[in-house]
T-cell receptor, first 113, second 115 residues
Framework: GDSVTQMEGPVTLSEEACLTI???????????LFWYVQYPGEGLQLLLK?????DKGSNKGFEATYRKETTSFHLEKGSVQVSDSAVYFC????????????FGTGTLLAVQP | KAGVTQTPRYLIKTRGQQVTLSCSPI?????VSWYQQTPGQGLQFLFE???????NKGNFPGRFSGRQFSNSRSEMNVSTLELGDSALYLC??????????????FGPGTRLTVL
């Protein structure tokens, strides 16, 4: 079945370090891919998305490129801040008659000053 | 534009009771989905409603049910609560057009604790 695999956390970085959170997926079709972020005590916020191969999603300095050949959607940021500390979820979704999102297990990012 | 709202934000119940959670989607959104988030199982899809009809259902027992009203507001109900039902319940809304770019926006969640 369809699934999303994320790198295990926690990921601990110093402020201004580079970030990569790996995400790979297994899908029978051509889904849209998403990164959501969850801050402590809150719901999920959409960070970025890509709807087709080679699309690059970007927001707030974060980027991810939809790589169909490697079935990946890795999240990157060149310089993290303490305020980026949160749990990051990779997810996929098909269009059509369902809005069901399939999530990865989430990766906790802790950024130290 | 107001975001997705969920009520109540926190709830404490005892085993065997039932509970009803409410979700108001973003204005103009016709699709509402529910997810359960637990430390052990992560984020799991419960069900989705569109125009008052259940469009998709996850792999949860029949104790979990939901409905959607004509104004797109949705409720989910859990009967005969078990300790394992303790979780954060998240609601998400979207236009529901079926277009692949349609994006879901999440509410802050309802934290349910079953004692």
């Amino acid at each position: 079945g369809d699934s999303v695999t994320q790198m295990e956390g926690p990921v601990t970085l110093s402020e201004e370090a580079c970030l990569t959170i790996n995400c790979t997926y297994t899908a029978t079709g051509y889904p849209s891919l998403f990164w959501y972020v969850q801050y402590p005590g809150e719901g999920l916020q959409l960070l970025l998305k890509a709807t087709k191969a080679d699309d690059k999603g970007s927001n707030k300095g974060f980027e991810a490129t939809y790589r169909k050949e490697t079935t990946s959607f890795h999240l990157e940021k060149g310089s993290v801040q303490v305020s980026d500390s949160a749990v990051y979820f990779c997810a996929l979704r098909y269009g059509g008659a369902t809005n069901k999102l399939i999530f990865g297990t989430g990766t906790l990012l802790a950024v130290q000053p | 534009k107001a975001g997705v709202t969920q009520t109540p934000r926190y709830l404490i119940k005892t085993r065997g009771q039932q509970v009803t959670l409410s979700c108001s989607p973003i204005s103009g959104h016709r699709s509402v989905s529910w997810y359960q988030q637990t430390p052990g199982q992560g984020l799991q899809f419960l069900f989705e409603y569109f125009s008052e009809t259940q469009r998709n259902k996850g792999n949860f027992p029949g104790r979990f049910s939901g409905r959607q009203f004509s104004n797109s507001r949705s409720e989910m109900n859990v009967s005969t609560l078990e300790l394992g039902d303790s979780a954060l319940y998240l609601c998400a809304s979207s236009l529901g057009t079926g277009v692949i770019a349609d994006t879901q926006y999440f509410g802050p969640g309802t934290r349910l604790t079953v004692l």
